[in-house]
């Protein structure tokens, strides 16, 4: 194998991409393919410093250069809370600076949708907020011809909680067929373990690329 160049510097994207070329094409195609293409739900594994970090912001370039917007989120306690309190009001304001939307689709959910809660049919409740407030960015995204990319990094089986409620409205928004693009990147012993569990049975469908170690030439 050979060696690495590189110091390793915790995520900070390298000058020259090495070897990712055949995944990021896959990316982009999924996004240019439309809803339900299985690329827009993907997964990257690999052992610390195979470039998981790099990868994600990789496809966040690229989803931005397609004018898509991104959020950029790490699989940490208080996940929800931060979707739902700081990015998706952020990105709504700009994307709806009037709020025509969003106040409609805000934080209380809209008729039809059992009022302030509901429940999955595996009994697990879900933030109504996160399921409006993301609709509602797709859909405003949606009329630009545009989508919503979300990465997630570190996925980890401490947060499986958070990530039942981010994986079962993703899920939703999928069935709908919304301009929605999910990413995650963990270490393969702690993406395996999250994908055990029974309510996010969905992410096992993402396209799963292992990342071995860069081969440099
Ligand atoms: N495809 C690549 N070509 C060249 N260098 C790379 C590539 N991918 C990653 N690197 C370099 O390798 C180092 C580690 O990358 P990164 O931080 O993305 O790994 P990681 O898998 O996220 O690690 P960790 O599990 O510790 O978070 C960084 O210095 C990065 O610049
Ligand atoms: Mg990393």
Same mark, same amino acid.
């Given at each position: 194998?050979?060696?690495?160049? &590189?110091?390793?510097? &915790?995520?900070?994207? +390298? +000058?020259?991409?090495?070897?990712?070329?055949?995944?990021?094409?896959? &990316?982009?195609?999924?996004?240019?393919?439309? +809803?339900?293409?299985?690329? #827009? %739900?993907?997964?990257?594994?690999?052992? #610390?410093?195979?470039?998981?970090?790099? %990868?994600?912001? *990789?496809?966040?370039?690229?989803? #931005?250069?397609?004018?898509?917007?991104?959020?950029?989120?790490?699989?940490? *306690?208080?996940?929800?809370?931060?979707? =739902?309190?700081?990015?998706?009001?952020?990105?709504?304001?700009?994307?709806? !600076?009037?709020?025509?939307?969003?106040? =409609?689709?805000?934080?209380?959910?809209? %008729?039809?949708?059992?009022?302030?809660?509901? *429940?999955?049919? *595996?009994?697990? /409740?879900?933030? +109504?907020?996160?399921?409006?407030?993301?609709?509602?960015?797709?859909?405003?995204?949606?009329?630009?011809?545009?989508?919503?990319?979300?990465?997630?990094?570190?996925?980890?089986?401490?947060?499986?909680?958070?990530?039942? /409620?981010?994986?079962?409205?993703?899920?939703?928004?999928? #069935?709908?067929?919304? /301009?929605?693009?999910?990413?995650?990147?963990?270490? !393969?012993?702690?993406?395996?373990?999250?994908?055990?569990?029974?309510?996010?049975?969905?992410?096992?469908?993402?396209?799963?690329?292992?990342?071995? !170690?860069?081969?440099?030439?």
């Amino acid at each position: 194998m050979a060696r690495n160049p &590189f110091t390793p510097t &915790f995520g900070v994207s +390298p +000058p020259l991409l090495v070897g990712r070329s055949d995944l990021l094409e896959d &990316f982009v195609g999924a996004l240019e393919d439309g +809803p339900g293409a299985p690329g #827009r %739900m993907t997964l990257y594994t690999g052992a #610390r410093g195979t470039g998981k970090t790099v %990868m994600l912001n *990789e496809v966040e370039d690229l989803a #931005r250069q397609q004018g898509w917007r991104v959020i950029s989120e790490t699989a940490t *306690e208080g996940l929800v809370n931060r979707l =739902v309190r700081e990015h998706l009001p952020a990105l709504l304001s700009e994307i709806d !600076p009037d709020g025509v939307k969003s106040k =409609v689709t805000g934080v209380n959910a809209p %008729m039809g949708l059992g009022g302030a809660t509901w *429940e999955t049919s *595996e009994a697990h /409740e879900v933030s +109504p907020a996160l399921r409006t407030q993301l609709t509602a960015a797709c859909d405003l995204l949606a009329a630009n011809g545009a989508g919503l990319l979300l990465t997630l990094d570190e996925i980890h089986h401490q947060v499986v909680p958070e990530l039942r /409620e981010v994986a079962t409205v993703l899920q939703h928004l999928v #069935r709908e067929e919304r /301009e929605i693009a999910f990413v995650g990147a963990g270490l !393969p012993s702690a993406v395996s373990a999250v994908l055990n569990d029974d309510v996010l049975t969905f992410l096992r469908r993402a396209d799963r690329h292992s990342l071995g !170690p860069v081969a440099f030439p």
